[in-house]
């Protein structure tokens, strides 16, 4: 069996990507530091799969332990690197942090890819590297010439890119950055989904929990956009999918099909869809009703960003299968299971 190295394995995107990754009939070992997870995300990862993970706890940020850990797994053939802080508000308060942790673990990793000579190597890029688009830029396409980046989150992927295309110019091993848009929702079988050590501000667990009384009620981000109801527009995408791409882009790099070694793909739905949308499908969905009210806009929020996803097809030969309902439904079993075992933080 091929065995692929998955950063950031505990995760919310990486553990769904594992499920994917042993059901394509993959190998994996999981890296992660628990600083936004916990170890018990294995177990839901067996509960689905079945399989039982192996795991290293480390901190990717640590040079001389990193170097450790590879030579151990040194037969590994590919290696996802999710690891990473994700926050956008916590980027801005702690900007030394987010570029230490993100930019020097993905350092670390690149460097002993290069020494065992992994081939195939995927790096967890975002939307927000584009920063601010106009309107006749949305669609985005991989293409567009970056902004400035709105936050030092977004500014670390932006970097993050660059190391791979510049390291991708004197190494032979393929690298791939997947720039993702907005994941939501959880495991069809609502077994696994987010749960996060660090407090969420995304819409979709905010509607979620409004829904069940956790809270009040979600506060709507502005809705005096130039859009057709006046709120946000975003690309949401079912986790379940990004997963299922990050295993073709796997297999991709593994190939000898890339037409060079560095390639960047944009995975998203290519649907925008608003604020007040996405609380109506969440409604339609589960019978339920989402309390809300309307406030300012948010600081450093952009009025609309989607993609254009036909590179992704192209290339990766993927499409979404779950569309705004699905993401709903099961973004709501989820935070019922974390109701009935008793997780409501
Ligand atoms: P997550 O926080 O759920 O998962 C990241 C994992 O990496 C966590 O388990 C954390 O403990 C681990 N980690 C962080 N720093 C580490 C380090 N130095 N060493 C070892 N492990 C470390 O986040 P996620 O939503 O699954 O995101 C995964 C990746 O996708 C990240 O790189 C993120 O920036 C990127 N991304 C996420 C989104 C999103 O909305 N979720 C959107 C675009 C891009
Ligand atoms: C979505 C929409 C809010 C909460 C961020 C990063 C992006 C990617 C995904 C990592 C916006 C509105 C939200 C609420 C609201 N992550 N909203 N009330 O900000 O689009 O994207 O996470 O790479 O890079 O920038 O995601 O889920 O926070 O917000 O009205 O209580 O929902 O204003 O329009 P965002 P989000």
């Not at 991708?168 to 077994?191: D, E, T």
């Not at 882009?249 to 037409?259: F, H, P, Q, R, V």
Request: hydrophobic share 40%; net charge negative; glycine share 8%.
């Amino acid at each position: 069996m091929k065995k692929i190295i998955v950063t950031g394995g505990a995760g919310y995107i990486g553990s769904h990507t594992i499920i994917e990754l042993i059901q394509s009939g993959f190998e994996v070992v999981s890296f992660d530091n628990f600083s936004n997870s916990s170890a018990t995300t294995y177990d839901r990862i067996k509960s689905i799969s079945g399989v039982e993970i192996p795991f290293e706890e480390i901190d990717l940020t640590n040079r001389a332990l990193t170097n450790t850990i590879f030579e151990k797994h040194k037969d590994a053939v590919g290696i996802i690197h999710f690891a990473a802080l994700k926050s956008v508000p916590d980027s801005v308060a702690r900007p030394i942090e987010y570029y230490r942790n993100n930019n020097d673990s993905l350092l670390n990793v690149l460097e002993q890819v290069i020494i065992h000579g992994i081939k195939s190597t995927i790096f967890s890029s975002s939307c927000s590297v584009y920063g601010n688009l106009r309107e006749d830029q949305l669609p985005v396409v991989e293409e567009t010439t970056w902004n400035e980046a709105e936050c030092s989150y977004a500014n670390s992927k932006q970097m993050g890119e660059d190391i791979l295309r510049n390291v991708a110019k004197i190494s032979p091993q393929n690298l791939i950055a997947l720039r993702y848009f907005n994941p939501v929702g959880a495991h069809i079988s609502g077994l696994n989904g987010e749960m996060p050590s660090k407090v969420v501000n995304n819409l979709a667990p905010i509607i979620t929990q409004a829904a069940a009384g956790l809270r009040d009620k979600i506060t709507v981000f502005g809705d005096d956009y130039a859009t057709r109801d006046g709120s946000a527009i975003r690309d949401y995408i079912h986790v379940t999918d990004i997963a299922k791409a990050h295993v073709k882009a796997i297999e991709l790099g593994l190939s000898n099909n890339m037409k060079t070694n560095f390639d960047v793909i944009n995975l998203g739905s290519g649907n925008g869809v608003t604020v007040f949308e996405t609380i109506n499908a969440f409604e339609k969905s589960t019978g339920l009703k989402v309390p809300f009210t309307i406030g300012p806009r948010r600081d450093g929020d952009v009025e609309a960003i989607y993609s254009d996803c036909t590179k992704a097809e192209r290339v990766l030969n993927w499409k979404c299968e779950f569309g705004i309902d699905e993401m709903m439904a099961s973004a709501w079993k989820w935070q019922q299971y974390l109701i009935k075992n008793n997780i409501t933080g």
